[in-house]
């Protein structure tokens, strides 16, 4: 079975600091690993996926992430956060080999100040 | 082009009434999916169509929930009765031959008194 731990229920951060959204993940074979972002009364938006190749990979709006297959990690990052980033963020998984559909984390709030 | 649209966006009903939700995904996207999102929670899969064959519907509580996705296009997702424990964010979704990258509609919003 597939699973995804987010640790932290929210993550602060003042604007103009780097920020850091924790993803953990469990998969039998290779993963394919995405973020979205959720703004409150909207549906779920697609930042960035990684499928294979550059462990680093850069999305929409200035947003990236890393992944190690080592500390099975996905870690989202942005070098500096701005207040209109403040939302819900999801880390999913899924297994390469099983043809599933997406299995989400509980999801981190973020909130950046001004 | 059009996103993946969702109607109604909010429903309230009483404790056994039926709800029915529609979901229009993009198009050329033959895989749809229905999530059920608690609030504080991350989306949680009910039902997965290739085309119009519901290949995952393990997690369908099947004594009163249903759907369908004929003519492997549009979808309806119906409670029937409804419960309390039903409220939540019903959300649809869909991909191109399951590709892993799923475009969400806004969500259908039900709330059971």
């Known amino acids: 079975a597939q699973s995804v731990a987010q640790p932290e229920d929210q993550v602060n951060v003042a604007e103009g600091n780097p920020l850091t959204v924790k993803c953990t993940y469990s998969v039998s074979g290779n993963p394919y690993l995405f973020w979205y972002v959720q703004y409150p009364n909207r549906g779920l938006q697609f930042l960035l996926k990684y499928i294979t190749g550059d462990n680093l990979v850069k999305g929409s709006y200035g947003f990236e992430a890393e992944f190690n297959k080592s500390q099975t990690s996905f870690h989202l990052k942005k070098p500096s956060a701005l207040v209109s980033d403040s939302a819900l963020y999801f880390c999913?998984?899924?297994?390469?080999?099983?043809?599933?559909?997406?299995?989400f984390g509980k999801g981190t709030m973020l909130l950046v100040s001004p | 082009e059009a996103g993946v649209v969702q109607s109604p966006r909010y429903k309230i009903i009483e404790k056994k009434q039926p709800v029915a939700f529609w979901c229009n995904p993009i198009?050329?996207?033959?895989?749809l999916y229905w999530y059920l999102q608690n609030l504080g929670q991350g989306p949680e899969l009910l039902i997965r169509y290739e085309n119009e064959e519901a290949v995952d519907d393990s997690q369908l509580p099947k004594d009163r929930f249903s759907a369908e996705r004929l003519k492997g296009v549009d979808s309806t997702l119906k409670i029937q009765p409804a419960e309390l424990g039903d409220s939540a964010v019903y959300l649809c979704?869909?991909?191109?031959?399951?590709?892993?990258?799923?475009?969400f509609g806004e969500g259908s919003r039900l709330t059971v008194l």
């Open positions: 198009s050329g996207h033959n895989t």
């Open positions: 979704a869909s991909s191109y031959q399951g590709t892993g990258e799923l475009f």
């Open positions: 999913a998984v899924r297994d390469i080999k099983v043809p599933s559909t997406l299995t």
